[in-house]
């Protein structure tokens, strides 16, 4: 984790969450996901990534509950290190969606640990 300026850097199994202080006149959270087109060619996959990560985030309902007492614009990215994890998942036929759904699952409860703990 690193804090610089209202800034957070968490690093997760498979994502990376980058976050950053919202505007004091917005009330709740902004979530962009970047998936590199040069990792995955096919589009199918990078929208269910976004797909299964925007529903992991509403069920949770994050947008609108403060996370450290704070509202964040988090930018959400793949982790280089692992980045065979999710490729592996995204080459089988056809697409293990519970798997992926899983990990993203994981990779949201381990930032919201760290992010209460700091």
């Known amino acids: 984790m690193q804090n610089r300026h ?3 850097l968490f690093f ?3 994502l990376v969450f980058h976050m950053i202080k919202q505007y004091s ?5 902004k979530f962009s996901i970047n998936i590199p087109i040069k990792a995955w060619k096919k589009a199918v ?9 925007m529903d992991e985030v509403f069920k949770r309902k ?13 930018f ?3 982790n280089k290190k692992n980045i065979s994890k999710v490729k592996t998942i995204s080459e089988k ?3 293990d969606k519970e798997n992926l ?18």
Do not use: G, H, Q, T
Request: aromatic share 14%.
């Open 6 to 8: 209202n800034k957070k």
């Open 12 to 14: 997760a199994n498979i």
């Open 25 to 29: 006149n917005n009330a709740y959270n």
């Open 45 to 53: 996959f990078r929208n269910a990534l976004k797909r299964i990560f």
């Open 62 to 74: 994050l947008v609108n509950k403060k996370i450290s007492n704070w509202y964040w614009k988090i």
């Open 76 to 78: 959400i990215s793949i």
């Open 93 to 95: 036929k056809p697409l």
């Open 101 to 118: 759904r899983k990990l993203i699952s994981n990779d949201i409860e381990f930032f919201l640990r760290r992010i209460r703990a700091s």
